[in-house]
């Protein structure tokens, strides 16, 4: 996985701060951090549609904390494409955020960092997992 500038906010921080951020960086995310570095939540482009646009919320005066997803599902750099994919897959998720063992941000693995012939294998993954569950459920 490669490793990129993250790109991050504060939870005070307004939803059009958030999306200029987001713009200006040419990104699907950003991370929502606290004063010592901790990260508190993730903002995404859907959570923007979903979460404000959707809900008639005022970009200006809504805070990015107010529309996060707290306590982000985060993987380590060892993950593979694959299993990232299939984290995603199974979850729901479109971004993860990518933290070492000390806990530093290393960077968010998006479903568009993965090739096409990963998604293909991560769906095959889960549509075997899938079959797995029915048959002994």
């Known amino acids: 996985m490669t490793s990129r500038h993250v790109v991050s906010l504060l939870p005070t921080a307004s939803i059009w701060d958030a999306a200029c951020v987001m713009t200006k960086a040419n990104c699907g995310s950003v991370l929502i951090l606290s004063s010592q570095k901790e990260i508190l939540g993730i903002l995404t482009e859907r959570d923007l549609m979903t979460r404000v646009l959707a809900k008639a919320r005022e970009p200006k005066t809504t805070r990015v904390s107010d529309v996060m997803t707290a306590k982000p599902h985060c993987i380590g750099p060892e993950t593979t494409v694959a299993q990232a994919v299939v984290i995603m897959i199974d979850r729901g998720f479109r971004h993860l955020p990518v933290v070492s063992a000390h806990g530093d941000i290393l960077g968010v693995f998006s479903a568009r960092d993965a090739l096409?012939?990963?998604l293909?294998?991560?769906?095959?993954?889960?549509q075997f997992h899938n079959q797995v569950n029915d048959a002994m459920g």
Request: glycine share 0%; net charge negative.
């Open 116 to 118: 096409p012939r990963e």
């Open 120 to 126: 293909d294998a991560a769906v095959s993954l889960t």
